[in-house]
RNA sequence: GGUCCCGUAGCUCAACUGGAUAGAGCAGCUGACUUCUAAUCAGCAGGUUGCAGGUUCGAGUCCUGCCGGGAUCGCCA
C-alpha cells in the first residue's frame, strides 16, 4: 500500500461524512492533499484539507481539523495525530505501515509503485523527430533521452503510451540530401567530386550512401534527368538515413512505436492529411485571406505586404495568425504540423505531448493552438522544450573537431562514456533549465558523480546479499523466506527512516508522470541511494545495525528483507529512466 | 519592439505544481576505516529566493511592472 494514498483516501472519506455536502463537490475534494512534511519532525504525513477546503464549508480551518482528528481516534495505524499550526493535520503512523513497504516491495518486484488504476485515454509522445538528414548530435540527445524515459514513466503508470517519431522527409532539405548523396554516389563510382559545392551537405556519413546507391543502381542514375534520379534515390535515401538514426537511438537504448512520415500527410486523403484537414478548418471558419503586420522593432529589409492563406492561430491563444501556404503553392511546415496533429487526434490521442529543443520555444503557443483547434478543445498539447547542453572538459567548454561538417554526435557521446551515464547525466536536471556536461566528472567513480553514486547503491545492495551468502551459508535468503521475515523487527530510528524514504516512491513516481517530469524519479533515486549509504555506513557505528547479525538471525532475515526491498525500488527507478542496475562495480 | 525560458548559498542545482524553519552536492572547515567495499558517512559554516508591488490563512512557486542572461520572431525545417 502507498500509505499516502491509503490516507488521502480515508481523509476524503471521512470529510464525507462530517460535511455532506462536499459529496458531490469533486473539484473541492481534489484540491487537498496528503504528504511527507518538509520537516519530519512534523510526523510522517500531513493534510492541508482544512485550509483548503475552509472556504467552501464556511468554517474555520483549525475547527475543521479538530473534527478530523477526532474521526482518527480509533485508527489502528495512527501512533499520534494533531493539528499544528494553520490547521495542518500532522500523523505519525504506527511501525507496521512503514515496514509493509518491504512486503510490498518484495511481493510486487518490478511492479512496485505502479498505481492500480489505469489513466483514462490515449496518450501520445512525440520525441527525436530529427531530420534524417545526418547522424543524430548531441543537440538531440537530451530530447531523446527525455522523451524515452517519460514514455517509459508514463507506460509504468498504466497510461495507454505511443511513442513516435515524425520525420520530416516532405521539405527542400530532403531534396539537399537527395543530391548530396548523388555527388558521393558519382565519387563512389570513381568520379573526381572535389570540394563539396557550397548547399551541399558535406558530411563523410554520406559516403556508404553514396556507395549503397551505386551498388543499387549501378550507373544507372547517371543517364536519368534530374526530376526522375531524384524520385528514384529520394526514398532510398530517406530509408539509408533513418537506419542510422535508428541505429544512433538503438546505442542508447532508444526506441518508437510509430515512424511517421510528413510526407505522407502531402499526398493520402485518408484522413487527416494535410488537404482534408485545411478543408475542415475553412469550413469552421479558421482559414482566410490576409496580409499579417511586420514584427514591430525589427522589421527585415525585404519585407513587403503579401497576401496569404493564413490560419487563425490567434484565436486560440497564438500571438499572431500563421501562414498555411508559401507563395510557390506549397503547404508550410506549420500546415503539415496542424495536419498531423489532427491525424493524431483522429487517432484517438487526447494528449499528445511534443518534446522539441531549445530553438523550438517560439513553437509552444503555435502547437497548442493547432492542437485545440483540430480537436474542438478535446485534444491537449503539451510541448516539452530540452535547453541546451554545455559539454565540458575539466570545466571549460569542451572543444570539438573543428573540422567542418563535424560535430560531436550521439554516437561519439555515448562511446565515450556509455548510455547509462549520458541518459542519467540529461534526466538529473529540469527539462527547461540548461544543462553543464562534464566528461572528467560524468567518468568519475566518486559520489560527485550521481550515476555512480545510484549504481553504486544498488551494487552495495547486492553485496550484502554476497557477505550474507559468506558469512551464514545456512541462512536461506531466498525471495520466498524474506517475505516470511519478521518485519516488526526492523524499528530502529535509522531504519523507519529508511523506510519512509523507500514508501515514498510510489508517489513519487505518480507524481512525476502527472507533472510529465522524469527528472523526479532521477532525483528520486538519488535520494534513496543517499539514505541506504546512510544506513550502511550507520552500521559501523553501531554494529547492531549491520545487515548480518551472527546472533539474531530473525533480524538478519528482516534486515535483508529491507536490503532486497531497496534493490528493488532502486532496480524500477532506474529501468523507468532507461539506466541499467548493475551487481557488482568494476 | 513582441513572445517564450531562466534568475534560489561562492559554484552546479532541488523544492513533490500554493504549505510550516527554502534543501542537496561541490568548494571550505571538523570528524569516522583491525569493521557488511571509506567508491561511503556524520557534523560546522554558508540565504532579504534579481528588484518593487499585488492576490490569501500562507508565495521561490500565481498576477502586474521593472532589471539582468539566453532563445526565437511572415513562405527554413
Not at 549503397?212 to 526522375?228: N, P, R
Request: hydrophobic share 40%.
Amino acid at each position: 500500500m502507498d500509505a499516502f494514498a491509503v490516507f488521502r483516501n480515508r481523509v476524503e472519506e471521512k470529510l464525507i461524512n462530517l460535511f455532506p455536502e462536499l459529496s458531490d463537490n469533486k473539484q473541492a475534494l481534489s484540491r487537498f492533499v496528503v504528504e511527507p512534511p518538509r520537516d519530519a519532525s512534523h510526523g510522517d504525513l500531513s493534510c492541508n484539507a482544512a485550509m483548503v477546503l475552509s472556504k467552501v464549508l464556511k468554517s474555520n480551518p483549525r475547527a475543521i481539523a479538530e473534527k478530523l482528528v477526532a474521526e482518527f481516534a480509533n485508527d489502528e495505524q495512527v501512533e499520534k495525530i494533531d493539528v499544528a499550526g494553520p490547521g495542518f493535520i500532522n500523523f505519525t503512523l504506527t511501525p507496521d505501515v512503514w515496514q509493509s513497504v518491504i512486503a510490498d516491495a518484495n511481493k510486487q518486484g518490478a511492479d512496485y509503485g505502479r498505481p492500480e488504476v489505469a489513466p483514462v485515454g490515449k496518450v501520445n509522445v512525440e520525441y527525436v523527430s530529427a531530420n534524417p538528414t545526418g547522424p543524430l548530435h548531441v543537440g538531440h540527445t537530451r530530447g531523446a533521452v527525455f522523451g524515452d524515459a517519460l514514455a517509459s514513466l508514463m507506460d509504468f503508470c498504466r497510461y495507454d503510451i505511443t511513442r513516435e517519431y515524425y520525420i520530416n522527409d516532405a521539405g527542400g532539405q530532403i531534396t539537399v540530401l537527395a543530391n548530396s548523396a548523388y555527388l558521393r554516389y558519382c565519387e563512389a563510382l570513381g568520379d573526381d567530386i572535389g570540394e563539396i559545392p557550397a548547399g551541399l551537405y558535406p558530411g563523410k556519413y554520406l559516403i556508404p550512401v553514396g556507395q549503397a546507391l551505386a551498388e543499387k543502381f549501378g550507373d544507372s542514375l547517371k543517364s536519368m534527368d534530374e526530376t526522375e534520379r531524384e524520385t528514384t534515390i529520394r526514398p532510398v535515401v530517406l530509408e539509408l538515413m533513418m537506419d542510422l538514426v535508428r541505429d544512433d537511438l538503438k546505442k542508447l537504448g532508444i526506441k518508437h512505436d510509430l515512424f511517421f512520415s510528413e510526407a505522407s500527410l502531402h499526398g493520402g486523403g485518408n484522413g487527416g492529411d494535410i488537404k482534408e484537414t485545411l478543408d475542415w478548418l475553412g469550413e469552421e471558419g479558421l482559414v482566410y485571406q490576409g496580409t499579417l503586420e511586420a514584427p514591430k522593432g525589427k522589421t527585415p529589409e525585404d519585407w513587403e505586404d503579401r497576401e496569404q492563406t493564413l490560419f487563425k492561430a490567434s484565436d486560440f491563444g497564438d500571438d499572431t495568425d500563421r501562414a498555411l501556404v508559401k507563395s510557390d503553392g506549397t503547404y508550410t511546415y506549420f500546415a503539415a504540423d496542424i495536419a498531423y496533429h489532427r491525424n493524431k487526434y483522429l487517432r484517438g490521442f487526447n494528449s499528445q505531448i511534443v518534446v522539441l529543443g531549445a530553438d523550438h520555444a517560439g513553437y509552444i503557443k503555435r502547437l497548442s493552438a493547432a492542437g485545440k483547434a483540430v480537436s474542438g478543445g478535446e485534444a491537449e498539447v503539451d510541448v516539452k522544450i530540452c535547453q541546451l547542453v554545455n559539454l565540458l572538459r575539466n570545466g571549460e567548454p569542451a572543444k570539438m573537431s573543428k573540422r567542418s561538417g563535424n560535430f560531436v554526435t550521439m554516437a561519439q557521446l555515448v562511446d565515450e562514456v556509455g548510455a547509462d551515464v549520458v541518459r542519467f547525466i540529461m534526466l538529473f536536471r529540469r527539462n527547461e533549465a540548461q544543462l553543464d556536461f562534464d566528461f572528467d566528472l560524468v567518468t568519475q567513480q566518486t559520489r560527485e558523480n550521481p550515476v555512480f553514486y545510484v549504481q553504486y547503491a544498488h551494487a552495495r545492495a547486492c553485496s550484502a546479499f554476497r557477505n550474507a551468502a559468506r558469512d551464514v551459508p545456512e541462512l536461506d535468503v531466498s525471495l520466498e523466506a524474506l517475505q516470511k521475515a519478521d518485519l516488526s523487527k526492523l524499528s530502529h530510528p535509522a531504519e523507519i527512516s529508511l523506510l519512509k524514504t523507500m514508501g515514498q516512491f510510489p508517489r513519487a513516481i505518480e507524481a512525476a508522470a502527472a507533472a510529465h517530469e522524469p527528472h523526479r524519479v532521477a532525483f528520486y533515486v538519488h535520494e534513496l541511494a543517499a539514505a541506504f549509504h546512510a544506513f550502511w555506513t550507520k552500521g559501523k557505528e553501531e554494529p547492531q545495525l549491520r545487515f548480518v547479525n551472527h546472533e539474531d538471525r530473525t533480524i538478519t532475515l528482516a534486515r535483508l528483507a529491507m536490503v532486497n526491498a531497496v534493490r528493488q525500488i532502486l532496480r524500477n527507478g532506474l529501468s523507468i529512466l532507461g539506466v541499467s542496475a548493475p551487481e557488482e562495480l568494476s
